[in-house]
């Protein structure tokens, strides 16, 4: 049973700490996405990699967050330092590369709380 | 600005009958339209999709109306079962942009 798997899934830090969340695609997947959920916004997508090149990261706080693809088989999301105002859950979503008809599978997210 | 926007943070139904959960969006630029569907503690789940050349799409208990028209599309559950109770998302897409709405939870009773 092919899964989108994230680490940490509860991380809980104080302000100004570094955080690095992981995520693991479906194998065979060449599409990953990185998204926020908060009660205001939803889904809020932030960042969007195709083949581990970012193909959009319009949505993400360009000064402390950032995302990569060191291989094929892992991206991050990084926030430094972090801020209260980043508590949400983090969604990490694999797909198969076919634009914007592609079924996105999320895996459990990554709640994360900035104390 | 929320180009996808699900006004009803909530909605109550009782089992057997049929839920509507209703989606607006703001871009005529949109050519695909999906719901997902999300359990506490999960990741969101696909239940069903449209394309914008479609006014409906079918699939068991679930269809999808789309009026572009109107900018709006629902997504119809007949026969609402307690299984159903959860939260559930729009989303739309044109090339590589992606937006989803707030989402609706439903609580389908017994």
């Known amino acids: 049973d092919a899964r989108v798997t994230q680490t940490p899934r509860d991380k809980v830090t104080e302000m100004g700490q570094e955080v690095t969340m992981r995520c693991q695609p479906i194998l065979g997947h060449n599409t990953v996405f990185w998204y926020r959920q908060t009660m205001m916004q939803g889904l809020e997508l932030l960042a969007y990699f195709r083949n581990r090149a970012p193909l959009d990261d319009s949505g993400m706080p360009k000064d402390r967050f950032s995302a990569e693809m060191p291989d094929a088989t892992l991206a991050t999301l990084k926030i430094q330092p972090s801020e209260p105002r980043d508590s949400a859950v983090y969604f990490c979503?694999?797909?198969?590369?076919?634009?914007?008809?592609?079924?996105?599978?999320f895996g459990p997210g990554t709640r994360l709380t900035v104390l | 600005d929320q180009q996808v926007k699900q006004n009803s943070p909530s909605l109550s139904v009782q089992e057997g009958r049929i839920s509507i959960l209703n989606c607006d969006y703001t871009?005529?630029?949109?050519?695909?339209f999906l719901w997902y569907k999300k359990y506490p503690a999960e990741g969101p789940t696909f239940l069903i999709s449209i394309s914008s050349i479609k006014d409906k799409n079918e699939d068991g208990r679930f269809t999808v109306f789309l009026n572009k028209s109107a900018k709006h599309l629902s997504l119809h559950i007949v026969p609402s079962q307690p299984g159903d109770s959860a939260v559930y998302f729009c989303?739309?897409?044109?090339?590589?942009?992606?937006?989803f709405g707030t989402g609706t939870s439903l609580t389908v009773i017994p």
């Open positions: 989303a739309a897409t044109s090339g590589n942009q992606f937006y």
């Open positions: 979503a694999s797909g198969m590369g076919q634009g914007g008809t592609d079924t996105q599978y």
């Open positions: 871009n005529s630029m949109f050519d695909y």
